[in-house]
């Protein structure tokens, strides 16, 4: 494979996998990748990102502490940002509406089914039963520039992920509960839950995880300003 096609495979098999065998990963695969990934660009060279790596029954713990919030306490739990905006409006509204009813209708939920609903979004905090949980912070105080070098972070991962086999989901889900999760892995007050993430093997018998997104072609979001002649 050449250069581009081996990483044009590793972008476009990339996909949020939502059901994980529970196969175990190396420790030294996740420092690979983390390291790897952590050759990431960020403005004046600032690395803003912090990962918690969680394995085993430090995962289990956090799982826990998190199931119970969501079961008992939910309400009382708030993001601390808005990863979306309020109100939605198209053309984002129409592309979340249908990945939503695109997964639901793959798992099985009913339309206005609530709770059904809410048991599959449920899943995110137990990692969807993968056997790594990252969970993404960064300090505080630093800017815009710092959450775009984070993406890039994040991205790397998930790519990174993909060529030694093992798949991801990205998850802002853990934002809402940042409370608990600063009281689990005890960070301070100047460490702002980013988001969380899932990673391992792929159950490829998950019914989650037949989901295929869309994306709108080039022409649809690029503008060319392009005069040459050939
Ligand atoms: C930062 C970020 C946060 C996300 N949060 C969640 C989440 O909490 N739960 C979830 O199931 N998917 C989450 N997703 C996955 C998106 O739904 C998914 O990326 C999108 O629908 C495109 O599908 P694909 O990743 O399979 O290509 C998130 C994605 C990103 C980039």
């Known amino acids: ?9 590793a972008i476009s098999s990339r996909r949020s996998v939502r059901g994980f065998l529970p196969r175990a990963v190396p420790r030294a695969t996740l420092e690979e990748i983390l390291s790897v990934s952590a050759r990431a660009p960020s403005g004046t060279n600032m690395q803003p990102w912090r990962v918690y790596v969680l394995c085993g029954g430090a995962k289990q713990k956090l799982i826990d502490a998190l199931l119970h919030a969501f ?6 739990h708030r993001d601390e940002h808005n990863y979306y905006p309020e109100p939605f409006f198209e053309p984002y ?11 639901y209708s793959l798992v099985g939920v009913a339309r206005g ?3 059904a609903r809410r048991a599959q979004h449920r899943k995110n905090y137990s990692f969807f039963g993968a056997p790594v949980g990252l969970i993404f912070t960064m300090h505080r105080n630093l800017k815009v520039g710092s959450w775009l070098d984070y993406g890039m972070f994040l991205q790397n991962i998930m790519i990174a992920a993909r ?3 093992l798949d991801t989901c990205p998850q802002a889900a853990f934002g809402q509960f940042h409370k608990v999760i600063r009281e689990e892995l005890s960070f301070s007050e100047d460490e702002r839950v980013i988001c969380g993430m899932s990673l391992g093997f792929e159950d490829k018998e998950a019914s989650e995880n037949f989901l295929q997104t869309e994306r709108v072609p080039v022409s649809e979001f690029a503008v060319f300003l392009d005069d040459r002649t050939q």
């Open 1 to 9: 494979m050449s250069g581009a096609s081996a990483v044009d495979a």
């Open 71 to 76: 079961d008992h306490e939910a309400d009382s």
């Open 93 to 103: 509204q129409g592309r979340r509406r249908k990945v939503g009813l695109d997964l």
């Open 113 to 115: 089914d609530m709770a």
């Open 163 to 165: 060529a030694r086999g």
